[in-house]
Each structure stands twice: as structure tokens, then as C-alpha cells.
């Protein structure tokens, strides 16, 4: 049994209004390049077969009669004019009260898409409203469908411009039809537990919330030297000349780290390393990244996605993709994405390197800084607590003080420390504070016992007496 075919069946015209005369129309198995047979007849019998491609007559219709489609199969349509050039072309069709067709998860758009770049299109008039942040968009290719996720869509009359983060692949400039997901981000008729599952981002403190270090004051970084951490889990570097690095307030966000230039500052270097734990999962996929930049005095950020050669250890690390961010004084989300590869489970490195960043020039990065595999999201923002639990991982403070009684000279004292949460390997400790001494002639941190839980702070008394220390704060320091 054949059903009446939708859209193909009114008159066909040209640009100009008049009938397309002459013209073909190819009818494919949808998504396909393999022809399929229509017919005139709702018997859809072979000897009731039109003739492939299907070709107009002086009023742009189908000289053969109605046109036909079998039930239970789609169709892609492509209309040409006399001279063979595309007018149109509209995928997976079925035929009109067609209960047999399977139900599809794509609806197609109507405007005509025009090709861009590998990431962006064009449609007439404004369709900022359906083509959403996270809008799931399918494409008809010359190389083939491309699935991807809109991060941007701006209205510019007459046309809306709309960037993707594509599945894979990439668009090209035989894109001949847009089709949208029936499920949309803003009122997904799934749970949102489904949709956007928890912990699909994996960059720690994002949103820089989080500052044990510096409690939002500047950090000299000093040229040359190795990488600094700054803001919790956030590394910088630097050549030429020492620059800053200071969290602050955001723009738009609450908060913001800033890398602030000097006179003969080469190149600066800024990003967070990934634990092969958190991104195992990423082996082969392709992984989805976001952050929000701006800048003075430059115009441009190269970023770096790497694999360690070794699990969890950077000193050696392999390149997985580059591409360079076109920044300005105006606030921008840049999206990009790299394919994570066979060796993302010993750990993945993103990093954001500049040229020269001299007096009067600065790049921020805004707190939202996301990096997730297989979707686009919108940023995912987690209890403070959280956050700062997340980060003790690598990095704590604890404070310690001690108050003994001693009978004699140099008698040994302490007091177990513990550390917030299991850190990630036994830390390197260093003893900072603003510290009160009486009658102590030295101090030392013991690992005793499991050194990712704690450790033992002691001291060594000058004299019989009284002795302490008050104010002492251990830092306890387990990065990658």
C-alpha cells in the first residue's frame, strides 16, 4: 500500500516564482544516496512506477500524475531546476497518514540552510528561539548526516547565524537541510537526571570559588620557572618577565582569575590538569569544552588538550589537538572540542597559552570554565562544600598548635594532624601561619600510619617549662 507524498505534489517553482519547467526531482531512501521507486498509483505497483528522477512539466508539476510512497519507509527529496542545480532538498519524508513509518526523533526545519564553516550556518529570519543553547541539530552533507549541539545562535537581520559543536566531523558546503531534535533543552519531556547526568564536568572549581591558597590576593609568577598553582587546582607559568595571578570578581560570574602582563613578558600559560580517575571514562570520546574570556591588549589564546604518558604524571605528556580562541575586551563563552583518545585514562592536561602579554594587557577567565564528553551543557555549578572537598584532594591547609608542660630540655612533642579528606598521594608539606613560639627550639611533620590521612606535628622543647606554638598552619600539597 503507497500513501500520498507530502510537499512534492504542489507545483514546483524558481527563485523568480515561475514554475520550475524541466526540473527533476530525485527521490532517495532518507539519509541515503540510494534511489528509491515512487509511484502514481496507491497501489504502488511496479507497472504504476514513475520514471527516476521524476521530471517536471511546463506548470512544475509531475507529468505522470500524483506521486505515491511506500508505507513504512522515509524518503529524502532533491528538487533541481533544468540545469541541474539543487533547489532543495528535504529528508526523511513519509508518506501522509503513513502509520506505518516509524516515528522520528529529528524534526525538519524549514529554511534553507547556508554552509559557513565546519561549525556554523546560516537561516533566514531570526530562529534565536529555536535554536537554543544545547539544541540538538541534525545535517545533510555532501560528506555525509553530521549531529551536533548548538552552543550559539545571533540574529543579525535578515540572517540568524548559528555555531554547533558537531558529534564528529564537520559540516561542509554541500549543507542542504537543518533538522531539530524533538526534545528540547529548555522543557525536555525526559528527567533532567537523564539528560544531564551530575559530574559531566570535569574541570574542579570551574567557577574559581574556591582559593586556599591566596584568598583572592595577587600571586607573583616568576618567569622561567616551573608551573605555580594559583586558584584551587589552576596552574600558571610565565616567560620573559613575572606576571600576576589573582582571583576576582567576575563579569557575569562571581568570580574570575586574571593574569595581569609586564614589560618583557613572552608568553603566559594558564590551565588545569585532569586525574586519570576523572577522565577515564573519556577514553575515545570526544570531549565538549567551554569557558568564558576576555581580555585587554591581545586578540587571541591558543589551547592545548594533552594525554600524560604516564598515569598521572605530566613530566612527559602527548598533544591531542590544538586551535586558537579570537578574544576581546567583551566577555565571550569560546567553545571548542578535541577528541580525548586511547590514552586519556593516565590523565588529560587543557591549557590556554598567550604570546606576549605586556604592561597595561591582561586575559581573565570567567567562572565557568567546563570540559565534558559526548554533550554540551550548560555549566554545571555544584554546592561550595563541594567544591572545596573536591579540591582538598590536592591541596589543604589545616591548622595545628601545641601547649606542653616539659620537666627538662630538648623532650620531643606532638599532635596527629589530619588532613579534611584523603588526599590524592602522600603530600608535600610545608609549615606557613602567622606563628606565636615560646620555649621551642624546633618543629617537624612525622608521616605515620597512611600519610593520605594525616600526619604528626611535633616539636622540641628549649628548656623545662612551658612550651607552644600557636598560629602554625600545615599546607599539605598533592597536585599533579
Known amino acids: 500500500m503507497a500513501f500520498l507524498a507530502p510537499l512534492i505534489n504542489d507545483q514546483q517553482v524558481d527563485v523568480n516564482g515561475d514554475p520550475l519547467t524541466g526540473g527533476t526531482i530525485s527521490v532517495y531512501l532518507a539519509g541515503t544516496s540510494t534511489p528509491a521507486a515512487t509511484y502514481n498509483d496507491r497501489d504502488g505497483l511496479p507497472a504504476h512506477a514513475n520514471s527516476w528522477p521524476i521530471t517536471l512539466n511546463t506548470l512544475g508539476l509531475n507529468s505522470q500524475g500524483a506521486v505515491w510512497l511506500v508505507g513504512g519507509q522515509a524518503y529524502k527529496f532533491v528538487i533541481k531546476d533544468v540545469n541541474l542545480v539543487t533547489m532543495r532538498t528535504i529528508d526523511y519524508v513519509s508518506g501522509i497518514n503513513d502509520a506505518f513509518a516509524a516515528n522520528d526523533q529529528w524534526v525538519v526545519f524549514g529554511g534553507t540552510p547556508t554552509y559557513v564553516n565546519a561549525t556554523t550556518f546560516t537561516l533566514p529570519g531570526d530562529q534565536t528561539q529555536t535554536f537554543t543553547f544545547g539544541t540538538r541539530v541534525r545535517t545533510s552533507n555532501t560528506g555525509g548526516i553530521v549531529t551536533g549541539t548548538v552552543v550559539r545562535a545571533a540574529y543579525s537581520a535578515p540572517n540568524t547565524t548559528v555555531t554547533i559543536i558537531p558529534d564528529s566531523g564537520a559540516l561542509d558546503s554541500g549543507l542542504s537541510l537543518v533538522s531539530v531534535g524533538l526534545i528540547t533543552p529548555g522543557s525536555p519531556s525526559l528527567p533532567g537526571t537523564l539528560t544531564t547526568p551530575p559530574f559531566r564536568n570535569r574541570i574542579i572549581n570551574g567557577a574559581f570559588r574556591t582559593d586556599q591558597r591566596n584568598s583572592g590576593a595577587s600571586q607573583v609568577i ?259
Do not use: H
Not at 582571583?247 to 608568553?267: D, E, F, K, M, P
Not at 617549662?465 to 600539597?477: E, I, M, Q
Open 222 to 480: 616568576t618567569a622561567g620557572a616551573a608551573i605555580a598553582y594559583t586558584t584551587d587546582r589552576f596552574y600558571v607559568s610565565c616567560t620573559g618577565a613575572n606576571i600576576t595571578s589573582q582571583r576576582v570578581a567576575g563579569t557575569g560570574y562571581q568570580y574570575a582569575q586574571t593574569l595581569t602582563g609586564a614589560a618583557s613578558v613572552a608568553a603566559t600559560l594558564w590551565g588545569q590538569r585532569i586525574e586519570s580517575s576523572n577522565c577515564y571514562d573519556w577514553v575515545n570520546k570526544q570531549v565538549n569544552v567551554q569557558v568564558p574570556i576576555s581580555a585587554v591588549g591581545i586578540t587571541s589564546v591558543t589551547w592545548n588538550a594533552y594525554a600524560a604518558d604516564a598515569t598521572d604524571n605530566f613530566s612527559s605528556k602527548t598533544l591531542l589537538a590544538n586551535g586558537t580562541l579570537t578574544v576581546s575586551a567583551t566577555v565571550e563563552t569560546k567553545f571548542f572540542s578535541f577528541p580525548a583518545g586511547a590514552n586519556a585514562g593516565r590523565g588529560v592536561a587543557i591549557e590556554f597559552v598567550t604570546g606576549a602579554l605586556v604592561a597595561g594587557q591582561s586575559i581573565t577567565y570567567q567562572g565557568a570554565f567546563q570540559a565534558e564528553a559526548g554533550q554540551v551543557s550548560t555549566f554545571e555549578s555544584v554546592e561550595v562544600g563541594e567544591d572545596l572537598r573536591r579540591c582538598q584532594r590536592y591541596f589543604a591547609s589545616v591548622g595545628a598548635a601545641i601547649t606542653v608542660t616539659a620537666s627538662g630540655a630538648a623532650q620531643n612533642w606532638g599532635v596527629p594532624v589530619q588532613w579534611p579528606v584523603p588526599m590524592r598521594v602522600s603530600p608535600a608539606i610545608t609549615l606557613g601561619g602567622s606563628v606565636t613560639f615560646g620555649n621551642v627550639t624546633s618543629e617537624s611533620t612525622v608521616v605515620t600510619g597512611t600519610p593520605t590521612l594525616g600526619c604528626k606535628y611535633g616539636i622540641v622543647n628549649t628548656a623545662a617549662g612551658v612550651a607552644f606554638v600557636d598560629g602554625r598552619v600545615l599546607a599539605a600539597a598533592a597536585e599533579l
